[in-house]
């Protein structure tokens, strides 16, 4: 449909990105085009596109595709770099700049980002360091509408992931839920699937400024994505 909306979507292949390629399926309304560095499984009846190339390329695919708006879905953990923090960093860090700044360049007006719940560039910890830190710059590209997710422990079944704590955590979560409260919800364990709801209930809004979400406001954005008959 020629008034669909353009979405690039970088990051298809982890927990978040999978669940938003999940969300497009049967919608009209979304276009959506993927930039990953390596292949992906689709589900059954998506269309769209998925570009594999070299982050180096990632900017000739933005100007071809022409989105309107970016989802960022990228992210790494310092166990799968190897405990490199230089390798982590040149993955959430410098790989989502570099590619918010090209698709800003390339007129990309709406950017999307997950983040982490605690992010914060003054942090002693270093991945919420980090995260903090490209949050901060990530509102320096000068994008019309810029949209930080920070969800909580992400929920949703990862692919070729080993990390034991990790999925503990992620089994204790309801139980978790019920005793967080107030300033502490925002911790709270969160679906990937609500995640990706939301990311592209806020791509689609026009709105001008720099917003961020944590749980309960990504619950509620993602309410606000309209349904789409599913076939069964």
């Excluded at 309304?29 to 180096?56: K, N, Q, S």
């Excluded at 022409?66 to 982590?88: H, N, Q, S, V, Y």
């Excluded at 698709?103 to 983040?115: D, I, M």
């Excluded at 139980?175 to 995640?195: C, F, M, P």
Aim: charged share 30%; net charge positive; aromatic share 4%.
């Amino acid at each position: 449909m020629s008034d669909a909306l353009r979405i690039a979507l970088v990051g298809a292949t982890g927990l978040v990105g999978s669940a938003v390629i999940a969300q497009c399926v049967g919608r009209e309304d979304l276009r959506l085009t993927g930039i990953a560095r390596r292949e992906t499984p689709l589900p059954r009846g998506i269309r769209m596109e998925l570009f594999v190339a070299d982050p180096a390329k990632w900017g000739e695919v933005i100007e071809a595709v022409r989105p309107k708006a970016m989802i960022c879905a990228l992210g790494t953990t310092r166990k799968k770099a190897g405990g490199d923090e230089a390798a982590f960093r040149a993955v959430d860090q410098q790989l989502v700049l570099d590619t918010a700044r090209a698709a800003h360049a390339l007129g990309v007006e709406r950017f999307v980002h997950v983040s982490s719940v605690g992010a914060d560039p003054m942090s002693k910890a270093f991945y919420l360091r980090v995260k903090g830190e490209v949050e901060r710059d990530l509102a320096k590209v000068g994008f019309t509408r810029l949209d930080i997710l920070r969800p909580g422990l992400l929920r949703g079944r990862r692919q070729d992931d080993h990390r034991t704590a990790e999925r503990l955590g992620i089994a204790a979560a309801p139980l978790a839920n019920l005793v967080l409260h107030g300033k502490l919800r925002q911790y709270r364990g969160i679906r990937a699937e609500t995640v990706a709801q939301a990311a592209l209930a806020l791509s689609r809004r026009a709105a001008r400024g720099r917003f961020v979400h944590d749980n309960d406001a990504i619950l509620r954005a993602a309410k606000t994505l309209p349904q789409i008959a599913r076939e069964e």
